[in-house]
């Protein structure tokens, strides 16, 4: 168990944890100090993922189910964590869906769907942290390189997580004079299922070179530089982890 590093002492939630970059980002942060709350949709997977993020280091872990779409549930995860641990510190905005259909035939429910989880799941949770948050607290918002540059059949989920990125800039200057960061990064493709799963992908609409498919760790990496102190005169940035795919001519 790890009691020292740049979390020793501090709490995490991260949400959509029990899998792929959700799951590397509470890896991460525990080995480096941080006792983590994974929110995951499926309180049984959330579960399973806080014992293999204790088996990996973290000095402890607890899985809650919580659907980020529900302000409720959102509330309840907080005071749960608060409760528990007494603090915290850090939250990863990392929860989303997508909706793969083409623009005329999406639905409102469809736009709902997508918004209420990759959207208003972040404002929930951005929301308690600053009723809850003290001084010196951290969120990063999971964006996604869509937020700049897209491809056919995903227009919800790419206008949603542009709007990830000025909710970001917004709360950043609000959440100056409580002093509490908040920053944004841009995924890129990762070796998650996520990724394989997509049928753009799978139909070859959109190809993807083995050079620009990044780990789920490189994100996590980056997500928790973010969220430590030493990115404390980084705020209100987007910062793009996509190994360089949006670079290239």
């Known amino acids: 168990m790890n009691c020292a590093g740049r979390f020793a002492g501090r709490v995490a939630i991260v949400t959509g944890a029990a899998s792929g970059i959700g799951f590397a980002t509470a890896k991460r942060l525990g080995s480096e100090g941080a006792v983590v709350v ?119 989920y790419a206008a949603a997580k542009a709007a990830i990125v000025s909710l970001t800039r917004s709360a950043s200057i609000e959440g100056k004079a409580k002093g509490i960061r908040v920053n944004a990064v841009l995924p890129g493709a990762a070796d998650t299922p996520m990724l394989w799963e997509n049928p753009n992908i799978k139909s070859g609409l959109e190809q993807v070179s083995e050079v620009y498919v990044g780990k789920p760790e490189d994100l996590a990496a980056a997500i928790a530089y973010l969220a430590s102190d030493d990115a404390a005169f980084i705020d209100g940035a987007a910062v793009r982890v996509d190994g360089g795919r949006l670079s290239r001519l």
Not at 42 to 50: R, V
Not at 84 to 101: C, E, P, W, Y
Request: with cysteine; aromatic share 6%; hydrophobic share 45%.
């Open 38 to 156: 994974i929110a995951d949709l499926n309180g049984d997977k959330s579960e399973a993922a806080a014992r293999d993020v204790e088996a990996a280091g973290a000095l402890r872990a607890y899985g809650v189910s919580c659907d980020v779409s529900h302000e409720e549930q959102v509330r309840n995860t907080v005071n749960t964590t608060i409760e528990k641990f007494g603090r915290l510190d850090v939250i990863v905005n990392n929860a989303g869906l997508m909706v793969f259909k083409p623009l005329e035939q999406q639905t409102e429910e469809d736009w709902l769907r997508v918004l209420r989880v990759d959207l208003l799941g972040a404002f929930f949770f951005l929301k308690q942290a600053f009723l809850r948050m003290q001084s010196g607290g951290s969120v990063v918002n999971i964006s996604s390189i869509h937020a700049e540059e897209t491809t056919p059949l995903v227009c919800s």
